[in-house]
C-alpha cells in the first residue's frame, strides 16, 4: 500500500526494503511490518475512521502519561492509514504458551502474568485522567445500552444457534436486572473492554498494552474480568486468586479498595464477560467461519460451568437456561482436550508456502528440491508423485528415502508430545518446485506414515495438483514407533 509506504518514508527518510503483513486475528484491521536497514515500524489500515481517531487519540493520551502503548507516529490526512512503533512479535498469549497447554505455569510465565495486572490499575486510572472521553468509539461510556447490545449478541449469535427452547421475555426481564448491577458502581476510570493475553505484547521482558481502540469511561471490574477469565487461558483458581489479589494491591495506590466489596461485584461481571464472549465467539465462528473462535467455545464453556457454582438470586431464569445450555448433548460430546488432527501439505515454492488455518502459525516445512527431480525429464511430465513410474523413479535414485527417514524422525517426536500435551493440531508442508513430484510423494508417504504409526486423523492437501485425503483417526491408543534407523520401505508400505 502506497500510502503506508509514503508514511514510512517521510517519518524515516530511509528506503522502505520489506513489507509484511502480520496475523490480527479477529480485527477487521490491517497490519503491516514495514522495514529499512536501520528501523522497523507497524503499519496499520483501518477502514473506520472513527476507530482509527479513538485508538490515536488514546495511543497519543496514554503515551503522555508515561502508560507501557506503541508511541502513534503519523497518520494520512484521511485517517485511515497509520504508523506506530513496532513492539516485537512476542504476544503474552504464545509467551505463557506452556501453561495454557499443559495448566502447569512456570514461575517465568507467572511474573509475566503478574506485572501485566500490576500495571493495569495505572491505564484504567492514569489513563482516564484528563481524557476526552466523547472519541471513545462506538460509546463514550459503559452504559445500560452497550450491556443489552452485549446480552442480546449472546442470544441471538449463541444461544439462539443452540436450539434451546427459552421465553424470550423472562430472559430480557434478567438481562435488565443484570445491568442495574453491573451500573450500581460507577468509577471514572478508563475500561479497556478486551484487555486479554493476545492484547499484550512482551517487549524486554515487559508488558505493553495494544488493541485498545474499543475502551470506553466504565467500571474496573470488566477488564479483570477479561483478563483473569480469559476463556483460553485456563488459569486454575488458585493463579487467578493470584492474579485478583494482586492486581487489588496495586489499585490500592491509586485509591482505597473494600476487598470483599470487590469480589462480591466481580463476579457478575464475570458472568458478563463470559456471555459477551461466547456472543463473539458465535459470531465470528459460526457465523464468520473463522477456526480460532470456533477452537474457543468448548473453554469458554467450562468458564461457565464454573461460574455457574457461585450464587445469582438476582436472575433465576437466566441462570436456568444457562444451565441447561452447558448440559446440551453437542457440548457434552465437546472436549477441551481434542485429539490430535495433522494437516500435511504439497506445494510449490513458486506459490509460496501454504498458510496455516489453526490459528497457531504454521508448523514445518520441509525442502524437497535437493532431492533429484522426475520433473526434469519429458517422460513424467504428466505424472506426479502419486504415479507408480514416478514413485519407481525416487525410490530407485534413493535420494528421497534417507531424507523422509529424518523427516519422520523430526515429526514422530512432535505427534507424541502433542499427543502427551493434549494439542489439537500440527501442520506440516513438504515444497518443491512445482508442487508435482518429490513434494507430492514426500507428503503422501508422511500421511500414511503417521495414520499407521500413531492412528491420529491425517487431513492430506496436494495443494498445486487440487487433491485432498482424508486419514480417519484410529482407535489405537498406545502406539509402537518406529526406531529411528528404522529402512523407509518398512515405515511405508
Not at 512479535?89 to 501453561?99: M, P, Q, R, V
Not at 451500573?183 to 485498545?212: A, G, H
Not at 519429458?378 to 534413493?398: C, K, M, N, P
Not at 492430506?460 to 486419514?471: A, S, T, W, Y
Request: overall charge negative; some cysteine; hydrophobic content about 35%.
Amino acid at each position: 500500500m502506497q500510502e503506508l509506504e509514503n508514511l514510512f518514508q517521510e517519518l524515516t527518510h530511509e528506503k522502505l526494503l520489506s513489507k509484511e503483513e502480520l496475523s490480527a486475528s479477529g480485527s477487521n484491521r490491517r497490519y503491516f511490518r514495514l522495514e529499512s536497514k536501520k528501523t522497523s515500524l507497524i503499519g496499520v489500515e483501518g477502514t473506520s475512521i472513527e476507530e482509527n481517531k479513538a485508538f490515536i487519540e488514546m495511543a497519543k493520551h496514554f503515551y503522555a502519561q508515561g502508560l507501557p502503548v506503541p508511541q502513534f507516529l503519523s497518520q494520512t490526512p484521511d485517517g485511515r492509514f497509520y504508523v506506530q512503533e513496532d513492539l516485537g512479535d512476542t504476544l503474552l498469549f504464545d509467551a505463557i504458551a506452556e501453561g495454557r497447554k499443559t495448566g502447569v505455569f512456570c514461575e517465568q510465565e507467572k511474573e509475566l502474568l503478574r506485572k501485566t495486572m500490576r500495571k493495569l490499575p495505572a491505564i484504567q486510572v492514569l489513563g482516564a485522567q484528563d481524557f476526552d472521553f466523547s472519541i471513545c468509539y462506538p460509546q463514550p461510556k459503559f452504559n445500560e445500552r452497550s450491556i443489552l447490545w452485549d446480552l442480546n449478541y449472546f442470544k441471538y449469535c449463541f444461544l439462539k444457534s443452540t436450539g434451546l427452547d427459552f421465553q424470550e421475555n423472562r430472559l430480557e426481564d434478567d438481562f435488565a436486572r443484570l445491568s442495574e448491577l453491573l451500573l450500581r458502581s460507577q468509577t471514572n476510570t478508563f475500561m479497556y473492554r478486551d484487555f486479554q493475553s493476545r492484547n499484550v505484547m512482551i517487549k524486554d521482558d515487559e508488558p505493553y498494552f495494544i488493541d485498545f481502540q474499543g475502551g470506553r469511561k466504565g467500571p474496573l471490574y470488566y477488564d479483570v474480568a477479561s483478563f483473569v477469565w480469559q476463556a483460553k487461558a485456563q488459569y486454575k483458581k488458585e493463579l487467578r486468586e493470584e492474579l485478583l489479589q494482586t492486581y487489588l494491591d496495586a489499585l490500592k495506590e491509586f485509591m482505597p479498595v473494600d476487598e470483599a466489596d470487590f469480589r462480591e461485584q466481580l463476579k457478575h461481571f464475570v458472568l458478563f464477560r463470559t456471555l459477551q464472549v461466547l456472543g463473539a465467539y458465535g459470531f465470528r465462528g459460526y457465523f464468520e467461519k473463522k477456526p480460532h473462535f470456533l477452537q474457543s467455545i468448548p473453554f469458554a464453556l467450562e468458564n461457565l460451568r464454573a461460574i455457574l457454582k457461585n450464587e445469582f438470586s438476582e436472575y433465576p431464569y437466566l441462570l436456568q437456561i444457562l444451565k441447561q445450555m452447558t448440559e446440551l448433548k453437542q457440548f457434552q460430546e465437546v472436549s477441551v482436550r481434542k485429539p490430535l488432527v495433522v494437516k500435511i501439505y504439497s506445494f510449490s515454492y513458486k506459490k509460496g508456502i501454504p498458510q496455516d488455518d489453526s490459528g497457531n502459525g504454521g508448523g514445518y516445512v520441509f525442502d524437497c528440491r535437493a532431492v533429484n527431480n522426475p520433473g526434469k525429464y519429458e517422460r513424467y511430465a504428466h505424472f506426479t508423485g502419486l504415479d507408480e513410474s514416478v514413485i519407481q523413479f525416487l525410490e530407485d535414485d534413493g535420494e528421497i528415502l534417507p531424507f523422509l527417514e529424518h523427516a519422520f524422525e523430526l515429526v514422530d517426536a512432535s505427534v507424541r508430545r502433542y499427543k502427551d500435551r493434549g494439542f489439537a493440531n500440527l501442520m506440516v508442508s513438504f515444497g518443491c518446485t512445482g508442487g508435482q513430484h518429490r513434494s507430492v510423494y514426500s507428503a503422501q508417504k508422511m500421511a500414511e506414515h503417521l495414520n499407521s504409526t500413531f492412528g491420529v486423523e491425517v487431513q492430506l492437501i496436494h495443494r498445486e495438483q487440487n487433491k485432498e485425503e482424508l486419514f480417519p483417526s484410529k482407535s489405537t491408543s498406545h502406539p509402537t514407533a518406529p526406531t529411528p534407523n528404522q529402512p523407509i520401505n518398512e515405515l511405508t508400505n
